[in-house]
């Protein structure tokens, strides 16, 4: 099994950053995509980036991209979510999440393993 436990949210102003991070552990090597979810109040759960381990490739949602940047430690098996420019619309519960595709995916179905979450409030 994986082990995920997401770190680093808490309340920024708008226009603020956050960096959030996620450790992973176990049998980690079986699951090649990490992502990072978030899920507001009323609203479904949605994409928001994702990376694969190896080499790094990346998938950004529109709503994020050049706000965003998704990395990874592999030595660390630490995925970071850094967050700039944040609005109020980002405040959500966010998740880190793990699956065993080849590509950085959006649906959160293909994610076998998810964290507890973390949340993440921006104020206005």
């Known amino acids: 099994q994986v082990q995920l436990v997401e770190s680093g949210g808490g309340l920024v102003q708008a226009g603020g950053s956050l960096r959030l991070s996620c450790a992973a552990s176990?049998?980690?090597?079986?699951?090649?995509?990490m992502g990072w979810f978030r899920q507001a109040p009323g609203k479904e759960r949605e994409f928001v980036a994702a990376?694969?381990?190896?080499?790094?490739?990346?998938n950004y949602a529109d709503s994020v991209k050049g706000r965003f940047t998704i990395s990874r430690d592999n030595a660390k098996n630490t995925v970071y979510l850094q967050m700039n420019s944040l609005k109020p619309e980002d405040t959500a519960v966010y998740y880190c999440?793990?699956?065993?595709?080849?590509?950085?995916?959006?649906?959160?179905?293909?994610?076998?393993?998810w964290g507890q979450g973390t949340q993440v409030t921006v104020s206005s």
């Open positions: 999440a793990a699956d065993g595709g080849l590509v950085p995916t959006t649906a959160p179905s293909r994610y076998n393993y």
């Open positions: 176990g049998r980690t090597f079986s699951y090649y995509i």
């Open positions: 990376i694969r381990w190896s080499g790094g490739s990346t």
